[in-house]
C-alpha cells in the first residue's frame, strides 16, 4: 500500500522523485532540512515572516508584529514562539543559524544571498502562507527565489502542509509552474489522518540511508497501515473526482456572500489565496507580507469572528488564519450564512466604534 500511495503523490506532483513517510508535518519539516543540510553540507536555514514550520526549536522563531513600530524603520524583532526554546537557534544569538527573510521583497532577497548564500543550506517558504492570512508569494518573486537557490546550490524547500493537495492536485507548485527541490506534505494529505511526507529530487533524496555519513531518517510509526490507507483513499478522491473544482466553487461563493455583508458597512477589505483556503484582510490593498497584516483592521474582524462563532459559524478568530474550505461545505446555506454575517458584522462595528 505504501508504495501505491507514492506512485499516487508523484502522478499528482511531478517534481517528487524520491519520497520518505512521516507522521506529522513537523517530522516532515525537520527530515527535509536535514536532507537539504546532508546533500549541501552547509548549516543555515532561513525561512519567511509569518509563515509556520512545526513544533521544533529550530524553526520557532517569528517577527514581533504585535511590538512592532511600523512607522519606523526598523526591522520587527525576532522572538521565540514560547518559552523553552533554545536561545543558541535565535537569527540574534547565531550568525550561522536561522534568520527570516520579507515575502516579496526583492532587495531583502538579494542582499540575504549576496552576504549568506554560500552558507546556506535551504529557504524553505510556505508559497501560500497559511498562518498569514494566506499572503502568497508573487510569481516574480518566487522565480527570483527559485533562481537564487539554484544560483548558490542552496535547496529551496516547500512547506505545502496546508495548501498541498487543497489549492490544486498538485499543490500551490502546480498554480505557481515553479518547483522545488523538495516539499513537505501534510494535512489534507490524509483527511484527518495522522500521515505526512517530505520528498522531491533524486539525487537529494539519496543522501538519506545508513550508509557512512548518510542522513539518517526513519520513525516506528512512518507508513503505518492505518495512515496510508487513509493517504490512499483520499489521494484517489482528488485524483479521480471533482472535489478540489467544488471546494474552489464553495470558497467563491462564500467570498462573495462576505464581500456583500462587508460592502453593507462600508469596511474596506481584500481577499487573498485561493478560494480553497482564502484570507480575509479589512485593508484597501491585497498584502504583500506578513507585515502589511500590522496594519490592517485585524481588531474589527476579531470581533466580527467572534460574533460569528455566538451565531453557530466555526472558525478561528485570528485574522491570520485562512477559511478552509472541504467538499462537505457544498450543502452550506449560503443565505444563512449573509444573515448571520449580517448580523455578526453590525454588532462588530458598534462594538469597534464604542471601543475608540
Sequence with gaps: MDAEVIKQVKRLCPQIEKMRFANSGTEAVMGAVRTARGFTGRTKVAIVEGG????????????????????????????????????????????????????????????????????????????????????AATKEWLQH?????????????????????????????????????????????????????????????????????????????????????????????????????????????????LGRVFDAHNVQHTFSGPPAMFGIHFAKDVPQNYRDWRKEEYELYGKFAWNLIKYGVMLEPDSREPWFICEAHQTMDLQWLEDVAMRSMTEACAAHAASR
Aim: proline share 3%; charged share 15%.
Design 145 to 257: 527565489l527559485r533562481d537564487l537557490c539554484t544560483k548558490h546550490g542552496t535547496m529551496l524547500i516547500f512547506d505545502e502542509v496546508k495548501c498541498g493537495f487543497r489549492v490544486a492536485k498538485g499543490g500551490a507548485q502546480e498554480l505557481y509552474g515553479i518547483y522545488a527541490d523538495l516539499t513537505t506534505y501534510a494535512k489534507a494529505m490524509g483527511n484527518g489522518y495522522p500521515v505526512a511526507c517530505f520528498g522531491g529530487r533524486k539525487d537529494v533524496m539519496d543522501v538519506i540511508g545508513s550508509f557512512k555519513g548518510g542522513v539518517v531518517h526513519g520513525g516506528t510509526f512512518t507508513a503505518n497501515m492505518i495512515a496510508i490507507s487513509a493517504a490512499h483513499a483520499t489521494l484517489d478522491i482528488l485524483e479521480n473526482t471533482d472535489a478540489l473544482a467544488t471546494c474552489d466553487r464553495v470558497g467563491t461563493d462564500i467570498m462573495a456572500v
Design 52 to 135: 509556520f514550520h512545526g513544533l521544533q526549536d529550530e524553526v520557532m522563531w517569528k517577527a514581533n508584529l504585535e511590538g512592532w513600530n511600523m512607522r519606523s524603520d526598523t526591522t520587527p524583532e525576532v522572538i521565540p514562539f514560547g518559552a523553552g526554546q533554545r536561545p543558541n537557534t535565535a537569527v540574534c544569538c547565531n550568525p550561522t543559524g536561522l534568520t527570516l527573510l520579507s515575502l516579496n521583497n526583492f532587495q531583502m532577497l538579494d542582499e540575504y544571498f549576496h552576504q549568506y548564500g554560500h552558507l546556506t543550506a535551504a529557504v524553505m517558504i510556505e508559497p501560500i502562507i497559511g498562518n498569514a492570512g494566506s499572503i
